[in-house]
C-alpha cells in the first residue's frame, strides 16, 4: 500500500444512568484520584494537559472546556497534532421529570471502530458504578 490515508472519525454518544450526585460524578471526571479510580491506571497533570496512564502506555489530552459539575471535553494532542477536529466529553445529565441522572459520554472513532469503542465505554463506566457504589 502507498501512502496512509486519514480515516474520518464520526462523533458518537453512548449514555448511562447512574446513581450519583453531580458533585461526585464532576470529581471522578475532572480529578486525577478520580479519574484512576475507573478510566485510566494513573493520570499526571501538567497545566491543562492530563496524561492518561494504562498498563504502562500512556497518551495525552488538552481539557478544552469544562462547567463545574456541568461536563469537562478533553481533546487527545494526537488528534490535535494531525487537525482532527475529535474530542471526548463527559456529560452530566439531569432528567427534569424524575431527577434520574445519567452520563452522557460523546466520543469520536473511524466508522468500524464505533462498536469498539461503544463497548470500551461500557466497560469503564461499569467500572465507574462499581467505584461509586451505584
Same mark, same amino acid.
Given at each position: 500500500m502507498s501512502g496512509s490515508v486519514e480515516m474520518e472519525k464520526v462523533k458518537f454518544q453512548v449514555e448511562y444512568p447512574v446513581n450519583s450526585s453531580k458533585g461526585v460524578?464532576?470529581?471522578m471526571f475532572s480529578t486525577p484520584s478520580g479519574l484512576a479510580e475507573w478510566f485510566c491506571d494513573d493520570v499526571n497533570i501538567t497545566k491543562d494537559i492530563h496524561t492518561f496512564i494504562w498498563d504502562g502506555s500512556e497518551e495525552s489530552a488538552r481539557i478544552i472546556s469544562k462547567k463545574r459539575e456541568d461536563f469537562i471535553k478533553f481533546r487527545w494532542l494526537e +488528534?490535535? +497534532?494531525?487537525?482532527i477536529a475529535s474530542y471526548f466529553e463527559f456529560r452530566i445529565k439531569i432528567d427534569d421529570l424524575t431527577g434520574d441522572t445519567a452520563i452522557v459520554i460523546t466520543d469520536f472513532a473511524e466508522e468500524d471502530e464505533i462498536d469498539d469503542s461503544k463497548e470500551l465505554w461500557s466497560a469503564q463506566v461499569d467500572r465507574l458504578k462499581q467505584v461509586l457504589g451505584a
Open positions: 460524578l464532576f470529581n +488528534d490535535e +497534532d494531525s487537525g
